[in-house]
């Protein structure tokens, strides 16, 4: 028997390059997820029928390293007295270069943040079901990805939040829990220095990203 890496039985095949979407995606998930909604979910007994199909807080975002490398093409831009056009989001941009596309979607049957192609270095292209760990100022999160050429959105990677949402009683909370799901995915954790002193002494103690993350999502 030759040694290797196990393969699952089926695997997703590699899809074509994502299309970078250039407007605000909020619309087309939506629609997507109020179609699915109406076709398969609503007659499912864990959904929650106080909550409704909304995509929340989508902004551009860049990686660090090319946040730092476009600033400084900037820099350089600006001593040549090159215009400078900024993103929506308040990134920069240059070539048409533009941040990918991060936010949060809610439906009845879940709370996921999303990530979608908008020509930053965020994204990769890959099979349906194929797991990645993207690193964000909170720490690196696990986003699985999915793919469908006919859908209103072909591409989008996710990360679960709360499937069913059942703990959420109006939209209105649920749209608070989301957007906080967000600022934490966005801030920096709170005591980086004690944080960098734990993980020398005793690294296996230190919560990884992803439980910082829900800690501040939740308030525990």
């Known amino acids: 028997m030759t040694s290797g890496i196990r393969k699952a039985a089926f695997q997703a095949p590699q899809p074509p390059p994502a299309k ?6 909020a619309e087309r ?4 997820y109020r179609r699915i909604w109406l ?3 609503r007659d499912l007994p864990f959904v929650n029928l106080a909550l409704s199909v909304e995509a929340v807080g989508f902004r551009r975002w860049l990686a660090a390293a090319s946040a730092s490398r476009l600033e400084r093409e900037l820099e350089l831009e600006l001593d040549c007295d090159t215009s400078v056009r900024s993103a929506d989001s308040g990134e920069h941009s240059r070539d048409g270069m533009l941040g990918d596309w991060v936010g949060a979607v809610i439906t009845p049957w879940f709370i996921n943040l999303f990530i979608l192609p908008g020509g930053g270095d965020l994204w990769s292209d890959r ?15 696990e986003f699985i990805a999915d793919d469908d050429a006919s859908a209103e959105v072909p591409a989008y990677q996710y990360c679960p939040l709360f499937a069913p949402p059942g703990q959420f009683g109006s939209q209105a909370a649920a749209r608070a829990g989301a957007m906080a799901a967000l600022n ?8 980086q220095r004690s ?8 690294p296996e103690r230190l919560p990884p990203a992803r439980r910082r993350f829900f800690r501040r999502v939740t308030g525990r």
């Open 20 to 25: 970078a979407i250039t407007n605000n995606p």
């Open 184 to 191: 934490a995915m966005f801030a920096a954790p709170v005591d």
């Open 39 to 41: 076709a398969s979910m």
């Open 127 to 141: 099979p349906s079901g194929e797991r990645c760990h993207i690193v964000f100022p909170i720490g690196p999160l």
């Open 29 to 32: 998930l939506e629609a997507m």
């Open 195 to 202: 944080t960098a002193t734990a993980a020398t002494a005793a």
